[in-house]
């Protein structure tokens, strides 16, 4: 399992941050984790539109990957306000998120249409990153499982397991992002990991689905990183605000990095 035995680590900024900002954002990150291997890491961050061609000129992409929020999922035609698959692949970009909380329950987003996004990223050469989270009343419903592996079932329906191998998902529970986000616990996240783990093997096989990358994503900050990467089946953090200062971002990769090699070095032991 080659991917997986490095941590990934990402933040999405969301509608916050000028271009001038992002810029000195991602130069300040890429100076701060140039000694890091990304042999260990894979590193991404993920910018407004209008940010995306400078973002990608202002760091190496070998060192940081750049995303896009959203993606229109047909290469032109009549969709005022969307982006293409060619506008984004022309401004540099390696990876396309689809299904964000946001996106969804904001903009009214369905399961189907995040799949037309996937289909369309890896179209065109894309990593897909797939999020998928229940609402508080789905939690309280005890439905969060067959919610989620109907929006992985949905959103991955027609990939190939050839094609699999660059996507990625992130759990982002809904009551659990934004300002008044409450954070999942530790063993609560690991276990909606390891639904989702079993999901991606049902659909694609055990060793391309065992080896996609899920990203746990929700109020991450500096007091709960270290024990939300301790757990078995969480592959990385996707970030939120505690991300967007480069030099806190910094901390927590150093502070998670090593508990991940740990537990990896550990799990190979066994």
């Not at 982002?172 to 934004?178: K, L």
């Not at 939120?240 to 927590?252: E, K, M, T, Y």
Request: charged share 25%.
């Amino acid at each position: 399992m080659e991917r997986r035995k490095k941590i990934y680590l990402g933040t999405n900024t969301k509608m916050y941050k000028t271009t001038e900002q992002t810029v000195t954002f991602l130069e300040r990150l890429n100076e701060l984790t140039q000694d890091i291997s990304r042999d260990r890491m894979e590193l991404f961050v993920i910018p407004s539109y209008i940010t995306l061609p400078a973002a990608r000129a202002s760091v190496p992409q070998e060192s940081v990957l750049i995303g896009a929020q959203n993606m229109g999922w047909e290469e032109e035609g009549q969709f005022t306000g969307e982006i293409s698959p060619l506008m984004l692949r022309e401004a540099g970009v390696n990876i396309v998120m689809a299904g964000h909380s946001e996106r969804r329950h904001i903009f009214r987003e369905t399961d189907e249409e995040e799949n037309k996004k996937v289909l369309c990223a890896l179209q065109h050469g894309f990593k897909p990153l797939l999020c998928v989270g229940e609402t508080a009343g789905e939690k309280d419903f005890g439905i969060a499982e067959e919610v989620l592996r109907t929006q992985l079932k949905v959103g991955f329906h027609n990939v190939t397991p050839e094609q699999a191998k660059a996507v990625s998902v992130a759990y982002e529970p809904v009551w659990a992002i934004g300002v008044n986000g409450v954070p999942a616990t530790k063993e609560y996240a690991d276990h909606i990991h390891k639904v989702i783990r079993d999901t991606l093997v049902e659909l694609f096989g055990a060793e391309v689905g065992g080896d996609i990358p899920v990203l746990y994503g929700g109020s991450v900050n500096p007091q709960n990183a270290e024990g939300l990467i301790g757990m078995p089946y969480i592959d990385g953090l996707f970030i939120g605000r505690s991300a967007w200062d480069a030099d806190n971002f910094h901390s927590i990769i150093r502070m998670v990095l090593p508990l991940f090699e740990e537990k990896r070095r550990k799990e190979a032991a066994l």
